[in-house]
């Protein structure tokens, strides 16, 4: 049996069984985090920054006004990743459209620019990217963690060696 070919928690634990270790015994996963976390940003995101708000509504605008929106929003991630954002002078070169929207909902469309700059260096920090040595490293395995990491990568490799 090849990693590739585990498909199930019960071939796991079957395997880990072969190995002499009790799946019971091992730590459980912190509730809710099953998996890597999801990409991107927080669903609700759409719906609670003043930018979100306003570019809810870009489905129903016509093809061209969304385009000029999405391609003035390429502009501003451009800006922040550059290091060259200026909430200010964006909110002077949106597109016509942009501005009208946010003064019919009652926005400060720099305001908003400015929320979402903050929210993204949150999240670039949050997450590691910026810093010279990038996300830090996951914590170090105990002594226990490492030996049964060991006795199953060689018991996954001996199962490859019978079955090559």
Do not use: C, W
């Not at 929106?69 to 550059?82: H, L, M, N």
């Not at 909430?87 to 597109?95: G, H, K, Q, R, Y």
């Not at 501005?99 to 997450?127: N, V």
């Amino acid at each position: 049996m090849d990693i590739e070919s585990i498909q199930s928690n019960a071939e796991i634990q079957a395997l880990l069984r072969q190995q002499g270790i009790d799946p019971s015994q091992l730590p459980e996963p912190p509730a809710g985090k099953q998996g890597p976390p999801p990409m991107g940003p927080p669903p609700d995101m759409m719906e609670t920054t003043q930018m979100g708000s306003l570019l809810s509504s870009l489905s129903e605008m016509d093809e061209d006004t969304a385009s000029s929106i999405q391609d003035f929003g390429e502009k501003v991630a451009e800006s922040i990743r550059s290091g060259t954002f200026d909430a200010e002078a964006l909110a002077e070169s949106a597109p016509e459209e942009l501005i009208q929207l946010a003064e019919e909902q009652g926005i400060d469309l720099s305001e908003a620019l400015a929320e979402l700059f903050t929210q993204a260096q949150q999240m670039k920090d949050s997450m590691g990217y910026g810093h010279p040595q990038g996300p830090p490293p996951p914590p170090p395995m105990n002594e226990d963690e490492t030996q049964q990491a060991e006795e199953l990568l060689m018991a996954i490799q001996s199962e490859d060696d019978e079955t090559a």
